[in-house]
T-cell receptor, first 112, second 113 residues
């Protein structure tokens, strides 16, 4: 089955700096790569996703890149703000939500 | 609107109790999911309902019993739970079983005493 590795497990950045979280996947059939943000005491919130026919996608301060050859995808957050502090999960799927495989999570802390 | 609503937000139950978790969505989604999430871990899939029928049971113990009364509602009935079942229980939905975008509710924090 699919295996998704996520790094780093914790990340501390100063407000205004950029943050990058990286994931690798094992199944070359995976074609959908979402990112979820989970704040303390809340459920995961889908913040951005990318499909295998696209190399990069942006939404305001967040962007995701995908390298299918290397089986890597990354989340980039620019101009970080304290409200970006949360746990971020990457995931990979071969086409249905029931086949979502999550990474182990990255705790991002944005300090003032 | 991508809202999945779960009730209650918090639940404390004894090992001999029977309780139920409720999940509701009004987005017309035809696939609904139950996940279990332990602290500092990613969500783990428990059950999948496709068009109101149970399609996947990830070898979940029978003390967890899911139910899908209609296309908008999903319940998880709990009976004779163990302390190690304490976790955040998440409901999610997607447009259809063959769609990959999943939207999660806020979860029910369950404590078994």
């Amino acid at each position: 089955g699919e295996n998704v590795e996520q790094h780093p497990s914790t990340l501390s950045v100063q407000e205004g700096d950029s943050a990058v979280i990286k994931c690798t996947y094992s199944d070359s059939a995976s074609n959908y790569f979402p990112w979820y943000k989970q704040e303390l005491g809340k459920g995961p919130q889908l913040i951005i996703d990318i499909r295998s026919n696209v190399g990069e996608k942006k939404d305001q301060r967040i962007a995701v890149t995908l390298n299918k050859t290397a089986k890597h995808f990354s989340l980039h957050i620019t101009e970080t703000q304290p409200e970006d502090s949360a746990v971020y999960f990457c995931a990979a799927s071969t086409g249905t939500a029931s086949k979502l495989t999550f990474g182990t999570g990255t705790r991002l802390q944005v300090t003032l | 609107d991508t809202e999945v609503t779960q009730t209650p937000k918090h639940l404390v139950m004894g090992m001999t109790n029977k309780k139920s978790l409720k999940c509701e969505q009004h987005m017309g989604h035809r696939a609904m999911y139950w996940y279990k999430q332990k602290a500092k871990k990613p969500p783990e899939l428990m059950f999948v309902y496709s068009y109101e029928k149970l399609s996947i049971n990830e070898s979940v113990p029978s003390r967890f019993s899911p139910e899908c009364p209609n296309s908008s509602l999903l319940n998880l009935h709990l009976h004779a739970l163990q302390p190690e079942d304490s976790a955040l229980y998440l409901c999610a939905s997607s447009h259809a079983p063959d769609r990959d975008e999943a939207f999660f509710g806020q979860g029910t924090r369950l404590t078994v005493v």
